[in-house]
């Protein structure tokens, strides 16, 4: 049987407010820690996240669930650019994104202000 693949991205540029998404990827890690079965499950993080990180491992690491954590706007998931600030990518691209990976993502979570419009 195939381990279910779970990739959590964080993104929180440096001209933003700041988040806890260091400490909501450790308590995902205490849960996990306390009766994952190891064999059924891989998990991967991405801090300070970058739109090629995303799709980079969306096409390499080919994960079940995505986990983001991060800034949204109302159209926008935020991200981080080469100078750590932000780079926005907007609700059409990100639906484009997931439509091409749509025959192993099969759940996005999306932790972010504003982000129903997107979801």
């Known amino acids: 049987m195939d381990k279910t693949r779970i990739l959590i991205i964080a993104a929180n540029p440096w001209d933003t407010k700041r ?5 909501e990827y450790r308590e995902i890690c205490t849960v996990w820690e306390k009766g994952v079965d190891e064999n059924k499950f891989e998990i ?31 159209d926008n998931l935020l991200f981080t650019d080469d100078a750590e600030n932000s780079h926005r990518i907007n609700q059409a691209v990100l639906a484009e994104l997931f439509s091409m990976c749509s ?13 129903e419009q997107i979801a």
Do not use: M
């Not at 025959?103 to 982000?115: E, G, I, M, P, Q």
């Open 19 to 23: 988040l806890g998404s260091d400490e």
């Open 44 to 74: 991967k993080q991405i801090p300070a996240a970058c739109s090629d990180d995303l799709l980079d491992k969306l096409q390499s690491f080919k994960p079940n669930i995505v986990h983001f954590s991060g800034h949204g706007e109302v």
């Open 103 to 115: 025959k192993h993502v099969h759940c996005v979570l999306l932790t972010a202000c504003n982000s």
